[in-house]
């Protein structure tokens, strides 16, 4: 069985632009997380999404967003990059949600903001 | 709110000595506990997890880790390191309230030196 899926893997954008970050989870797995990684903060939790609504939402501005599609598979938007958005986004799936399932995570898109 | 310390940030080793990760936590309600290990350029792969039952867990790749509620801890352990045990240790907690969010602490770094 294929594991989490992330595209792209890599990702450069100038200050102000928007970015768009994809993940395919399990087959199978329908609920779906967002983690933030710097090397200042730390792992930090974005957003959760199950059955194409938002049932989660970490502590971060408005211009982090997300969305979740009928096939489980969820992308997640920035817009009007800011430097400090430079991280690794980490996304990770599990089969429904719930605080004892396990997630399985997927090998992050390293977005670099300049 | 669930917070997680990690006692540690750097822990150096030699190999086959036994090594132990310290990992505290705390909340207000049940929890649920993690260790996650990272390898460089890579996502989240799960060691172990905690849900209820024993206190002693025991995980892939030799390690295990003890749950000890009276001192709100978590830490990891292994008998013996490799070489390839050298990564980054995440301890992460989630509680019954707050879906699949994981809180996760600072991470130590492992290197497991010849």
């Known amino acids: 069985k294929a594991g989490v899926t992330q595209t792209p893997r890599y990702l450069i954008k100038t200050r102000g632009q928007q970015v768009t970050l994809s993940c395919s989870p399990i087959s199978g797995h329908r609920s779906v997380s967002w983690y933030q990684q710097t090397p200042g903060q730390g792992l930090q939790f974005l957003f959760e999404?199950?059955?194409?609504?938002?049932?989660n939402k970490g502590n971060f501005p408005g211009r982090f967003s997300g969305r979740q599609f009928s096939n489980s598979r969820s992308e997640m938007n920035v817009s009007t990059l800011e430097l400090g958005d430079s991280a690794l986004y980490l996304c990770a799936s599990s089969l429904v949600p719930g605080a004892h399932n396990e997630q399985f995570f997927g090998p992050g898109t390293r977005l670099t903001v300049l | 709110a669930q917070s997680v310390t990690q006692l540690d940030s750097q822990v150096p080793v030699f190999e086959e000595a036994p090594v132990e990760l310290r990992c505290n936590y705390s909340?207000?309600?049940?929890?649920?506990l993690f260790w996650y290990v990272q390898y460089p350029n890579q996502g989240l792969q799960l060691l172990l997890k905690?849900?209820?039952?024993?206190?002693l867990v025991k995980g892939i790749n030799g390690f295990e880790a003890e749950f000890n509620k009276s001192q709100t801890s978590f830490h990891l352990r292994k008998p013996s390191v490799h070489i390839s045990d050298t990564a980054e240790y995440f301890c992460?907690?989630?509680?019954?309230?707050?879906?699949?969010?994981?809180?996760f602490g600072e991470g130590t770094q492992l290197t497991v030196n010849p």
């Open positions: 909340s207000s309600v049940s929890v649920y």
């Open positions: 992460a907690v989630s509680e019954e309230t707050s879906g699949s969010r994981l809180t």
């Open positions: 999404y199950f059955s194409e609504t938002q049932r």
């Open positions: 905690y849900l209820s039952g024993s206190t």
